[in-house]
């Protein structure tokens, strides 16, 4: 029996990344997991290897940023599993690191890059929480980072401002029994920050880093376990760094 045998979970950009981490952690504990991503061929297969090794999970796809996507795959997880328990709001996008200058960004750009990195995490709340009130209560993790707290143009301001939602959230959803926080990871090695971060740049972020080393996907892993858990039953509205030491 694992901690959360037989709750149905969606994950939204599970299917690569810090996200996939957290859909196969969640099935090896007993979950029932919604795979939701834009991406269905990268979604498809993390599910059907969930599967494969034993556990349960099914892809959905979504754009976070649409509210009626966020409701289709609300619809869909009802239909497949019985109800939803929990949420976690971990879809993003990094956007143009050259575009990053708030005084200059162009507007189009600037909306579209919130709409799925703020609104997403709103979207998909509105489109859960009276489930999860239905079911009893239940627990939801925003995927924040320690961009939120640094010099980090508008990726940060996003990331600030899934804070700011989650406390304000936690502050509407508490009477309903449903928990929000949120975990703020430093620098993970995925295959987006290798894509997105010069080297010579992650070297200097590792050198002012207390445990000197990039997080890796499974150190995300039990941040998120406990606060979805019952073993957090007390704890909410709040942002949990997971950093290796990089802001305190
Ligand atoms: P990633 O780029 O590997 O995964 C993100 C997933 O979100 C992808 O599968 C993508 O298809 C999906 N996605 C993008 N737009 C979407 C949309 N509109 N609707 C649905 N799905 C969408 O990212 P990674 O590195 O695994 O990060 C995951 C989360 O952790 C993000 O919220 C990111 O901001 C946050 N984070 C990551 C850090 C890092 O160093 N990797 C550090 C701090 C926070």
């Known amino acids: 029996m694992g901690r959360f045998t037989d709750r149905s979970i969606i994950v939204t950009g599970a299917a690569r990344g810090i996200g996939a981490a957290y859909a196969r952690a969640l099935a090896t504990e ?13 979604g498809e297969s993390v599910a059907k290897q969930i599967t494969a090794d034993g556990g349960t999970a099914v892809f959905a796809q979504v754009d976070v940023a649409d509210p009626a996507s966020a409701k289709a795959v609300a619809d869909f997880t009802v239909a497949q599993f019985g109800g939803i328990h929990h949420l976690v709001n971990n879809a993003a996008i990094y ?33 859960v929480y009276k489930h ?15 961009a939120a707290w640094t010099y980090s143009g508008f990726y940060g301001l996003a990331k600030a401002g899934i804070n700011s939602l989650t406390q ?36 200097q972020l590792v050198k002012q880093m207390a445990l000197k080393r990039l997080g890796t996907t499974e150190d995300m892993v039990g941040a998120c376990l406990y606060l979805l858990s019952d073993d957090a039953a007390w ?10 030491g990089q802001v305190f």
């Open 132 to 146: 999860i009130a239905k079911a009893g209560g239940g627990s939801i993790v925003n995927q924040s980072s320690t």
């Open 168 to 203: 304000q959230l936690a502050h509407e959803l508490g009477h309903s029994k449903i928990r929000v926080n949120a975990i703020a990871p430093g620098p993970t090695d995925t295959e987006a920050t290798r894509s997105i971060v010069p080297e010579q740049f992650v070297d």
């Open 235 to 244: 704890v909410t509205g709040q942002v949990l760094n997971v950093d290796g």
């Open 30 to 42: 007993g979950a029932k997991v919604v795979v939701a991503d834009l991406n269905s061929e990268l």
């Open 95 to 127: 956007g143009d690191m050259k575009l990053d200058i708030l005084l200059t960004v162009p507007w189009d750009y600037y909306k579209k890059f919130m709409a799925v990195n703020l609104d997403g995490a709103l979207n998909m709340t509105r489109a």
